[in-house]
């Protein structure tokens, strides 16, 4: 079980991102294993947010129908938000987003040790990161 990172799907989405072929190698490792896929709608709203900005809209599309379909979504209630929101303010972090907190709580409530991601925070919080 591991929880995808939006730094991963721009990779995988972006032929001119640095680390486009081996996030696509190693999207292609996950989904031939089985691997369960995670995601949560805080995680959604950033990538769909970020791709369409950067990328555009046939990106979006490749998102849509390549992507998601094997992702399972997560979704953060209330009582989860206030938590997170308590933990982002907490950290006083100004590089560390809300995002990355939902996604750490996410991870921790689901029990998932490992992420598909190229964002430092991830080993920082103490979680495996592929690649």
């Known amino acids: 079980m591991i929880l995808i990172d939006t730094s991963a799907v721009l990779a995988m989405l972006s032929l001119q991102d640095g680390s ?9 490792d996950l989904i ?9 709608n805080y995680l959604l709203v950033e990538a769909y947010a970020l791709v369409q900005n950067r990328l555009g809209m046939s990106a979006i599309r490749d998102l849509q129908e390549k992507i998601m379909p094997w992702l399972h979504k997560e979704w953060i209630n209330t009582r989860q938000h206030q938590e997170i929101v308590d933990s982002f303010i907490t950290a006083n972090r100004r590089q560390l987003s ?19 991601t190229f964002d430092p925070h ?5 979680f495996e990161v592929v690649p």
């Open 20 to 28: 486009h072929l081996i996030a696509k190698q190693a999207w292609h």
């Open 122 to 126: 991830f080993a920082e919080q103490g």
């Open 32 to 40: 031939q294993k089985s691997v369960l896929l995670y995601t949560n």
């Open 98 to 116: 809300l995002v990355d907190c939902a996604s750490f709580a996410t991870m921790r409530r689901l029990g998932l040790r490992t992420a598909f």
